[in-house]
Nanobody, 128 residues
Framework: VQLQASGGGLVQPGGSLRLSCAGSGFTLDYYAVGWFRQAPGKEREGVAC?????????YYSDLTKGRFTISRDQAKNAVDLIMNYLEPEDSAVYYCAADYGYGSAQLGVRCRDGMDYWGKGTLVTVSS
């Protein structure tokens, strides 16, 4: 299972950014996928997660609910994270991760605790 996150960069406060997590060598549709972030000196935290296409359940952290949207791009074998109304506090390295075999009822727990497969991160900096 290989995951590649992309789309990070520098954006001004209030701006938007789209991150993409591409799967390689397997079909991402059948996996739960999550976006996590880690800022310097802080613990990793779950941002948003989506269950496999069999269910489609989504989970958002309280900090990102209403501003971030997670969705699948099946044609690209990817899961995107659209981030709106970005704040300096959103600055972090963003990672995507994937899980297989867990039920949708466990999505929130997995989104907080972490998933089994991880890709390299992409840096998001929100600054004027």
């Amino acid at each position: 299972v290989q995951l590649q996150a992309s789309g990070g960069g520098l954006v001004q406060p209030g701006g938007s950014l789209r991150l993409s997590c591409a799967g390689s060598g397997f079909t991402l549709d059948y996996y739960a996928v999550g976006w996590f972030r880690q800022a310097p000196g802080k613990e990793r935290e779950g941002v948003a997660c989506i269950h496999s296409i069999s269910d489609g359940t989504t989970y958002y952290s309280d900090l990102t609910k209403g501003r971030f949207t997670i969705s699948r791009d099946q044609a690209k074998n990817a899961v995107d994270l659209i981030m709106n109304y970005l704040e300096p506090e959103d600055s972090a390295v963003y990672y995507c991760a994937a899980d297989y075999g867990y039920g949708s009822a466990q999505l929130g727990v997995r989104c907080r605790d972490g998933m089994d497969y991880w890709g390299k991160g992409t840096l998001v900096t929100v600054s004027s």
